[in-house]
């Protein structure tokens, strides 16, 4: 596979949840092909480490402190690209309210996570791929998760939220991609990420034991992969599998569009 148009030298990406873990992952990858990064996450002390560690790999870096469930999200994240060459965007972080019965908890718990994972998402996606289209292409990362295979006790929200950014994705991927903008969504079962091992760390289950997948080789097939989506996942089941395969899926979505093209006509 060869790398994406809309990974270019002197170009900027923005990376959502940048500051560490898997965010911090993309945003090293693409310094590595000489791009710039906008790192986007809510703790300042965070954000500058994570941007001197950009910085000393050659390139630019700039810091945004935002917390992604803010109603001006979108329009603060563009206020800070708008003198910016911006050609990709890398959407990585996502709220989780899971391990409770859906409800034992106040709706207020699970709206935020719907604004995070689903009204953020939605409308940063139609406003930058707008964006992307207009100025003559791009591309547009979204970290997913396996949990959009199918919902489970415990974590209800989270798996309806990740199943609709799957769904709106490889949908944008058909439509977008004739136009010049990649999309591709991320799917895996677990990452070594600084928050796992916290939650790991309570309750003294080594990080080993759970066969996270590192979030640098993550990072560098997701991006190597950005020009053949409409997903990418490592842990696919098997290369037919309707569910879990990267070819499989592609199928079925150009199918499925094709045969709305005909029904719409």
């Known amino acids: 596979m060869t790398v994406a148009a809309a990974i270019a030298p002197g170009k900027w990406a ?18 590595g092909h000489g791009m710039n990064c906008l790192l986007i996450a809510r703790q300042e002390d965070k954000l500058a480490a994570a941007a001197a560690a950009v910085r000393a790999l050659g390139v630019e870096a700039r810091t945004l402190s935002l917390d992604l469930g803010a109603p001006d999200a979108v329009a603060r994240i563009e206020a800070a690209t708008a003198d910016l060459p911006l050609t990709l965007a890398v959407f990585n972080a996502g709220a989780e309210a899971a391990g409770t019965q859906f409800i034992d908890l106040p709706y207020e718990t699970w709206a935020t996570t719907i604004q995070r994972n689903v009204l953020f998402l939605t409308e940063a996606l139609h406003h ?7 100025q003559g292409g791009g591309g547009m990362v979204v970290v997913g998760s396996e949990a959009a295979f199918g919902g489970a006790a415990l974590s209800g ?12 994705c490889e949908a944008l991927w058909a439509e977008l991609a004739p136009r010049g903008v990649d999309v591709i969504t991320l799917l895996f ?4 990420t600084p928050m ?13 034991a759970t066969g996270a997948s590192d979030t640098a080789v993550l990072a560098r097939e997701t991006i190597a992969a950005l020009g053949n989506g409409p997903i990418y996942n490592p842990d696919e089941t098997s290369h037919d599998d309707p569910v879990t395969s990267n070819a499989a899926r592609r199928e079925r979505v150009i199918a499925k569009s094709e045969l709305l093209k005909f029904f719409y006509g």
Do not use: C, H
């Not at 930058?128 to 207009?134: A, E, H, Y």
């Not at 079962?189 to 070594?192: F, L, M, N, T, V």
């Not at 796992?196 to 080993?208: D, Q, S």
């Open 14 to 31: 923005f990376v959502t949840g940048g500051s560490d873990g898997l965010g911090l992952a993309f945003a090293t990858e693409l310094a």
């Open 128 to 134: 930058f791929g707008r964006r992307l289209v207009q």
């Open 157 to 168: 929200i989270y798996t309806a939220t990740k199943g609709f950014a799957l769904n709106l």
């Open 189 to 192: 079962k677990i990452a070594d």
């Open 196 to 208: 796992l091992r916290e939650t790991l760390a309570k309750r003294g289950i080594p990080v080993e």
